[in-house]
């Protein structure tokens, strides 16, 4: 019913409708007078949209009974009072939306007890008070929380760090005071900052270098000041000093209760970060019934289709996984909502997820993933039509991608992930080819909604695939997966992205295999292991001077043996990459073999791995 100028008060009969109603949308029209109480009744809601009308008085104390509600959206009406303590009670929110209204007085701290809420935006109200810590280290926000054009006093709390996942924070026209908290160094995904119109004093926080997708960065209007040593390091983001409110609405995506939704390209990367629980019915549309037209890949979790969903056609990917065990879809749900909380931009996002039965009423499991429109790595290095390869700062850019997208799986996730399958198909490439990694977490979610009981250890033990899984003696049997187990699948996807080899090669046999090919080549002869497709991209004009010996040895501790024999390869192109060579090939070789050591305690860590491909990237640029 929303978008239909409908006028006039909401009557208490729409407590009548249907009990198992789940979504009541009435957002953008005219309707005035307050909320009915008895809205209540509707228990059942998974949608609530009531935006963009002439709602008056509070909002009402009983909405925390929705306790299925997934979404509520009262902005942009006329809603005075406090916001209710109660909406703590929402126990599966994942978006609040209660700006522009009139709203008074404190922020409730059991907002706090929202574990799954990942959109807050309580902007452009009178809300006043110190800002919580129990909701601003909510750790599920991981898309935006918008506090701005309020009245909201004391400090930005040192709990900020704890938003390891939020994607944007505002906080302007505020009246905050203090210094801006050393923590947010901690926000890793953190890509939009705004805090101008503030009282904050001291020095800007030097462990924002550390949070390399900053794009905007917004402190006009602050007494704040550039720490000198601010600049000493090599940053990755742009700091913009933004003159003029700069609104989050212009990059979050366009969803459903808004005024002017702009119309998607079905060819187009999607832009949603979320969709609430879909079912098989919806799915089976996207696909046109699953048609093998539809399919673009498959593994061993499963199958996944190109899908097209709603009206915005909107682009997703959706992998229909293979789990054996009957009644698996509590323990599956149970997951899918905790992979779907954990955020980074160089992780492919999980948007939804469905458990339901399909139309033979087999059990039907399937995970809702953002399209990726340039495929996959695999599909670049090794296509059949080579009139578009990979050039080499592209490869050191996924590289580093990559990289980061371990590291944080690894050491910033409140529990560890262990990929346990990373290889070139599950790297897949936006439609700026930026790299994403797809596939985290599935294997936790395999094991986990597989078990068969208490008493019987599980059968299912995912061992990765030939050619990228560490050493046998790694996954033998009762021994789980590990870092070290990613980190080598790493080492050998690098040695690939730059020599064009699949590890799996009828040439590697009888212990000699990927890593030693590398090994055996470098420093003197590398040029003549290099993929061929990326020898045809090197560009006329040299990169910078050759780097110093401190600057290549990056990795050290090797004496190696050359023993590969020469190739022949064209010496024009040879002499256009040999500038290249000291200053990052060498060096990032080098990575991927300290990566693919055999014993793990050899490996380097991710940390490591980061800091290194950072620097060479800056040094090539």
Same mark, same amino acid.
């Given at each position: 019913?929303?978008?239909?100028?409908?006028?006039?008060?909401?009557?208490?009969?729409?407590?009548?409708?249907?009990?198992?109603?789940?979504?009541?949308?009435?957002?953008?029209?005219?309707?005035?007078?307050?909320?009915?109480?008895?809205?209540?009744?509707?228990?059942?809601?998974?949608?609530?949209?009531?935006?963009?009308?002439?709602?008056?008085?509070?909002?009402?104390?009983?909405?925390?009974?929705?306790?299925?509600?997934?979404?509520?959206?009262?902005?942009?009406?006329?809603?005075?009072?406090? +916001?209710?303590?109660?909406?703590?009670?929402?126990?599966?929110?994942?978006?609040?939306?209660?700006?522009?209204?009139?709203?008074?007085?404190?922020?409730?701290?059991?907002?706090?007890?929202?574990?799954?809420?990942?959109?807050?935006?309580?902007?452009?109200?009178?809300?006043?008070?110190?800002?919580?810590?129990?909701?601003?280290?909510?750790?599920?926000?991981?898309?935006?929380?918008?506090?701005?054009?309020?009245?909201?006093?004391?400090?930005?709390?040192?709990?900020?760090?704890?938003?390891?996942?939020?994607?944007?924070?505002?906080?302007?026209?505020?009246?905050?005071?203090?210094?801006?908290?050393?923590?947010?160094?901690?926000?890793?995904?953190?890509?939009?900052?705004?805090?101008?119109?503030?009282?904050?004093?001291? *020095?800007?926080?030097?462990?924002?270098?550390?949070?390399?997708?900053?794009?905007?960065?917004?402190?006009?209007?602050?007494?704040?000041?550039?720490?000198?040593?601010?600049?000493?390091?090599?940053?990755?983001?742009?700091?913009?000093?933004?003159?003029?409110?700069?609104?989050?609405?212009?990059?979050?995506?366009?969803?459903?209760?808004?005024?002017?939704?702009?119309?998607?390209?079905?060819?187009?990367?999607?832009?949603?970060?979320?969709?609430?629980?879909?079912?098989?019915?919806?799915?089976?549309?996207?696909?046109?019934?699953?048609?093998?037209?539809?399919?673009?890949?498959?593994?061993?979790?499963?199958?996944?289709?190109?899908?097209?969903?709603?009206?915005?056609?909107?682009?997703?990917?959706?992998?229909?996984?293979?789990?054996?065990?009957?009644?698996?879809?509590?323990?599956?749900?149970?997951?899918?909502?905790?992979?779907?909380?954990?955020?980074?931009?160089?992780?492919?996002?999980?948007?939804?997820?469905?458990?339901?039965?399909?139309?033979?009423?087999?059990?039907?499991?399937?995970?809702?993933?953002?399209?990726?429109?340039?495929?996959?790595?695999?599909?670049?290095?090794?296509?059949?039509?080579?009139?578009?390869?990979?050039?080499?700062?592209?490869?050191?850019?996924?590289?580093?991608?990559?990289?980061?997208?371990?590291?944080?799986?690894?050491?910033?996730?409140?529990?560890?992930?262990?990929?346990?399958?990373?290889?070139?198909?599950?790297?897949?490439?936006?439609?700026?080819?930026?790299?994403?990694?797809?596939?985290?977490?599935?294997?936790?979610?395999?094991?986990?909604?597989?078990?068969?009981?208490?008493?019987?250890?599980?059968?299912?033990?995912?061992?990765?695939? *030939?050619?990228?899984?560490?050493?046998?003696?790694?996954?033998?049997?009762?021994?789980?997966?590990?870092?070290?187990?990613?980190?080598?699948?790493?080492? *050998?996807?690098?040695?690939?992205?730059?020599?064009?080899?699949?590890?799996?090669?009828?040439?590697?046999?009888?212990?000699?295999?990927?890593?030693?090919?590398?090994?055996?080549?470098?420093?003197?002869?590398?040029?003549?292991?290099?993929?061929?497709?990326?020898?045809?991209?090197?560009?006329?004009?040299?990169?910078?001077?050759?780097?110093?010996?401190?600057?290549?040895?990056?990795?050290?501790?090797?004496?190696?043996?050359?023993?590969?024999?020469?190739?022949?390869?064209?010496?024009?192109?040879?002499?256009?990459?040999?500038?290249?060579?000291?200053?990052?090939?060498?060096? +990032?070789?080098?990575?991927?073999?300290?990566?693919?050591?055999?014993?793990?305690?050899?490996?380097?860590?991710?940390?490591?791995?980061?800091?290194?491909?950072?620097?060479?990237?800056?040094?090539?640029?």
């Amino acid at each position: 019913m929303s978008l239909n100028n409908f006028g006039g008060v909401l009557p208490n009969s729409i407590a009548n409708l249907s009990t198992q109603l789940t979504r009541l949308y009435l957002g953008v029209n005219q309707i005035s007078g307050t909320i009915p109480a008895t809205l209540e009744n509707l228990n059942n809601l998974i949608v609530l949209g009531m935006q963009a009308n002439l709602f008056t008085g509070a909002i009402p104390t009983s909405f925390g009974k929705f306790q299925q509600l997934q979404i509520l959206a009262l902005d942009e009406n006329r809603l005075s009072g406090q +916001i209710p303590s109660s909406i703590g009670n929402l126990s599966q929110l994942f978006q609040l939306y209660f700006s522009g209204n009139k709203l008074e007085g404190s922020i409730p701290p059991s907002i706090g007890d929202c574990q799954y809420l990942q959109y807050m935006d309580i902007s452009q109200n009178s809300l006043s008070g110190d800002i919580r810590p129990q909701f601003i280290g909510l750790s599920s926000l991981s898309v935006l929380l918008n506090l701005s054009q309020n009245s909201l006093t004391g400090s930005l709390s040192v709990g900020v760090g704890k938003l390891k996942n939020i994607n944007a924070l505002e906080a302007s026209e505020n009246n905050l005071t203090g210094d801006s908290p050393e923590t947010m160094g901690n926000c890793l995904s953190l890509e939009f900052l705004y805090l101008q119109g503030n009282l904050f004093q001291g *020095i800007i926080p030097s462990s924002l270098a550390s949070v390399n997708g900053l794009r905007r960065l917004d402190l006009h209007k602050t007494t704040l000041s550039w720490n000198c040593s601010f600049h000493s390091f090599n940053l990755e983001f742009i700091i913009a000093l933004v003159v003029g409110c700069s609104l989050l609405f212009s990059f979050l995506p366009a969803l459903y209760w808004r005024r002017k939704p702009k119309k998607k390209s079905p060819s187009a990367v999607s832009s949603i970060n979320f969709l609430s629980k879909v079912s098989y019915e919806t799915l089976y549309k996207a696909t046109s019934g699953f048609i093998p037209c539809t399919l673009i890949g498959s593994g061993s979790f499963g199958s996944v289709y190109k899908g097209v969903l709603d009206k915005e056609e909107n682009v997703v990917a959706i992998k229909v996984l293979n789990l054996q065990q009957k009644g698996a879809s509590k323990s599956f749900m149970a997951e899918c909502n905790a992979l779907r909380n954990i955020r980074h931009r160089k992780l492919v996002k999980i948007l939804t997820c469905c458990s339901s039965v399909d139309y033979n009423g087999n059990e039907f499991n399937s995970v809702v993933f953002e399209y990726m429109s340039n495929g996959s790595l695999e599909e670049w290095l090794h296509r059949e039509n080579q009139s578009r390869s990979l050039n080499l700062h592209q490869r050191v850019n996924i590289a580093v991608d990559v990289a980061s997208a371990l590291y944080y799986l690894h050491d910033h996730c409140e529990q560890p992930i262990v990929h346990c399958d990373l290889k070139p198909s599950n790297v897949l490439l936006d439609n700026d080819m930026i790299a994403h990694v797809g596939d985290f977490g599935l294997a936790r979610l395999i094991s986990t909604t597989t078990h068969s009981s208490e008493n019987q250890s599980s059968t299912v033990r995912i061992k990765g695939t *030939i050619g990228y899984v560490a050493p046998v003696a790694e996954y033998a049997i009762g021994v789980e997966p590990s870092r070290q187990g990613d980190i080598y699948s790493y080492g *050998i996807l690098v040695l690939e992205m730059f020599t064009g080899r699949r590890p799996t090669e009828e040439m590697f046999k009888d212990g000699f295999n990927l890593h030693n090919f590398v090994k055996m080549a470098i420093p003197e002869r590398v040029v003549q292991i290099l993929d061929p497709a990326l020898l045809a991209t090197v560009e006329e004009k040299a990169p910078p001077a050759a780097a110093t010996e401190n600057e290549v040895n990056y990795v050290s501790g090797y004496n190696i043996e050359i023993n590969a024999e020469e190739e022949n390869i064209n010496s024009e192109k040879l002499g256009k990459m040999s500038p290249y060579v000291s200053k990052c090939i060498v060096p +990032i070789l080098k990575i991927g073999l300290a990566c693919s050591e055999e014993s793990p305690k050899h490996r380097m860590n991710m940390q490591d791995v980061t800091r290194d491909l950072h620097h060479i990237r800056v040094d090539i640029r």
